[in-house]
């Protein structure tokens, strides 16, 4: 038997009813440590937003995938990501939706990575990011492609192991501190 996959179109007129479970999204609401209580008034108005927002998250999505070579009527996963990357008003969810990318360059990209931080030459063949030693060895140049250079300092564990630095803070995290830091301008 088939699937029903004909689209719910949007209310044209205000019902008082929401698509979404209005208990579940007062749950969702109570599991916030920062909200004590929550109308059942203010829970309604959340919900509708949200509904309105996934609406027009559906419609960037279904844009994009008509905006394909070869345009289709489903909405992919990567006409989501496409949509918050190209509309500055879904920017916010761009580290919740990345863009997918290849195994192989991902792969190529840790690799650099990995080894931009033992302090070897290291150079993307697009150009994007490369990372070459000083002379000195205290710090690592990096470009970004249009000419514009940094300089990032490099400490010593940095070229061999940065879990060793991580474990390093994280037991200085754990000690008990006798005071606090001033954080005034003295």
Partial sequence: MPYNTTAI?????PTGQTQLPLSR??????QDPDVAMCSNNAAFVITLAAEMFIQHLAGEAHTQAKLDRKPRKNVQY????SAVSH????????????????????????????????????????GLQSA???????????????????SVP????????????LE???????????HDVSMGGQ
């Fill in 9 to 13: 179109p949007p209310r044209k007129e």
């Fill in 154 to 165: 490099l400490r010593i564990e940095d070229k061999y192991d940065p879990n060793d630095q």
């Fill in 132 to 150: 070459q030693e000083q002379p000195n060895g205290n710090e690592s140049v990096l470009s970004n492609g249009d000419n514009t250079t940094f």
């Fill in 25 to 30: 999204v007062k749950k969702i609401i109570s």
């Fill in 87 to 126: 509309q500055d008003s879904l920017e916010f969810l761009e580290d919740t939706v990345p863009k997918t990318v290849p195994f192989k360059k991902a792969m190529a990209a840790a690799h650099a990575t990995q080894a931009r931080l033992r302090g070897e030459n290291v150079t993307t063949d697009e």
């Fill in 168 to 178: 390093m803070e994280m037991r200085q995290a754990a000690e008990p501190r006798d």
């Fill in 78 to 81: 990567k006409d989501v990501a």
